[in-house]
């Protein structure tokens, strides 16, 4: 039990963790950004390295390598994104009444630079553990891709919650293509293509005869699975979600707090100038 209990903690731990300090880092003022996405593609390289290192180690310790490794990779995909250094060259809301193939070229002129790079590294990965024992780290990349990509199209369609607390104020732009509804038709499709995939993964993790370094491996990446499909049921369920991370947002909080009190300062010294003329 243990040789499951353990995987599965570690997954949602890294999962939550690194989830809030991408939260944390893309609510940060702007001028921080060239820091955050410098360590952010130092972690890209380092995850890179990780997931060519451990393809070919089929240890316990070489499946908890892997998919951290994985995550490390994914993050800068996500920090790259809210950031703004990689999105798209459409930087401007969609305009009202906009609909249908019109509106959805808009969103893919938004997104087109993150959408490349997230195939681009999904190609990387795959190249690099390609005919090796460990695949974790590829493994981990698709379900993050196709959860993630799943997620953005539920979206783009309309569902109960939105969530718009986690888009930053500098890409406010994003919430024009985010529609507002009980339901779409894509949402019973993805949940059920990903909870067979979630099935088909614990089947094969608690299969007779596993071995422990698969059994680690597949237990964390079924993990992963499960949380991106209660990820998407939040979507639907009338139940908020940002308490999850709010030790993240509380950077946009103290941001505000900052950009107020410049303002309040600058009106005094106006007021102070204008008295002295």
């Given at each position: 039990m243990v040789e499951y209990l353990l995987p599965a903690l570690f997954a949602l731990f890294l999962w939550w963790f690194s989830t809030g300090v991408v939260i944390y880092l893309d609510?940060?003022?702007?001028?921080?950004?060239?820091?955050?996405?410098?360590?952010?593609?130092?972690?890209?390289?380092?995850?890179?390295?990780?997931?060519?290192?451990?393809?070919?180690?089929t240890s316990v310790s070489g499946a908890y390598l892997a998919f951290t490794s994985a995550l490390l990779v994914w993050a800068w995909v996500e920090l790259s994104y809210y950031t703004n250094y990689l999105t798209g060259p459409?930087?401007?809301?969609?305009?009202?009444?906009c609909s249908g193939?019109?509106?959805?070229?808009?969103?893919?002129?938004?997104?087109?630079?993150?959408?490349?790079?997230?195939?681009v590294l999904g190609i990387v990965l795959a190249l690099l553990t390609?005919?090796?024992?460990?695949?974790?780290?590829?493994?981990?990349?698709?379900?993050?891709?196709w959860m993630h990509e799943s997620a953005r199209i539920n979206v783009f369609l309309g569902v109960r919650n939105?969530?718009?607390?986690?888009?930053?104020?500098?890409?406010?732009?994003?919430?024009?293509?985010?529609?507002?509804?009980?339901?779409?038709?894509?949402?019973?499709?993805?949940?059920?293509?990903?909870?067979?995939?979630?099935?088909?993964?614990?089947?094969?993790?608690?299969?007779?005869?596993?071995?422990?370094a698969t059994a680690v491996g597949l237990?964390?990446?079924a993990t992963l699975m499960a949380l991106a499909i209660l990820e998407h049921w939040f979507l639907v369920i009338p139940m908020?979600?940002?308490?999850?991370?709010?030790?993240?947002l509380k950077a946009r909080d103290?941001?505000?707090?900052?950009?107020?009190?410049?303002?309040?300062?600058?009106?005094?010294?106006?007021?102070?100038?204008?008295?002295?003329?």
């Open positions: 609510n940060l003022p702007v001028r921080t950004f060239r820091w955050s996405m410098l360590g952010g593609t130092v972690g890209l390289v380092v995850g890179l390295y990780g997931v060519a290192a451990t393809s070919g180690d459409r930087q401007i809301s969609c305009p009202p009444g193939w019109r509106h959805f070229g808009h969103a893919l002129q938004s997104n087109i630079y993150h959408e490349l790079a997230i195939i390609w005919g090796d024992g460990n695949l974790v780290a590829l493994w981990t990349f698709l379900v993050l891709a939105l969530n718009e607390e986690f888009v930053p104020e500098h890409m406010k732009f994003l919430r024009s293509f985010m529609r507002r509804r009980p339901m779409n038709l894509f949402f019973p499709f993805s949940v059920s293509v990903s909870t067979v995939a979630l099935v088909l993964l614990v089947q094969a993790a608690v299969a007779p005869g596993v071995d422990a237990t964390l990446v908020p979600t940002a308490f999850l991370w709010h030790w993240g103290r941001n505000a707090d900052q950009v107020a009190t410049k303002a309040a300062d600058a009106d005094v010294s106006s007021s102070s100038s204008s008295s002295s003329g």
